[in-house]
Nanobody, 123 residues
Framework: QVQLVESGGGLVQAGGSLRLSCAAS????????MGWFRQAPGKERETVAT???????FYVDSVKGRFTISRDNAKNTVYLQMNSLKPEDTAVYYC?????????????????WGHGTQVTVSS
């Protein structure tokens, strides 16, 4: 069992930046594929970015060039650096872990989830 705790959300003006962190419990963090996902009110949850245990990354088109996912296995933490934020980035952001180590783009494949952190971008 892995427990995930997100932090770093908040209110920011359009064009600003935030860095989200997701701290994981346990000794097997380095084996997991990790992902960041978001859900806006009235919308389906969507994949934002994923990173495999080998460091392969994926980004949804809408965040390419603006967001960067990274992981620090020594700290059991995955990050999402978000730059040039837009109002349409407003959502609850979740991190999740997949036991296989693959950075699946399908959010339904993930095994463990955090409780989320709110990101609000004002125009």
């Amino acid at each position: 069992q892995v427990q995930l705790v997100e932090s770093g959300g908040g209110l920011v003006q359009a064009g600003g930046s935030l860095r989200l962190s997701c701290a994981a419990s346990g000794r097997t963090f380095s084996r997991y594929g990790m992902g960041w996902f978001r859900q806006a009110p009235g919308k389906e949850r969507e994949t934002v970015a994923t990173i495999s245990n080998g460091g392969t990354t994926f980004y949804v088109d809408s965040v390419k060039g603006r967001f960067t996912i990274s992981r620090d296995n020594a700290k059991n933490t995955v990050y999402l650096q978000m730059n040039s934020l837009k109002p349409e980035d407003t959502a609850v952001y979740y991190c999740a872990a997949h036991k296989s180590g693959i950075g699946y783009t399908d959010y339904t494949a993930y095994d463990f989830w955090g409780h989320g952190t709110q990101v609000t971008v004002s125009s």
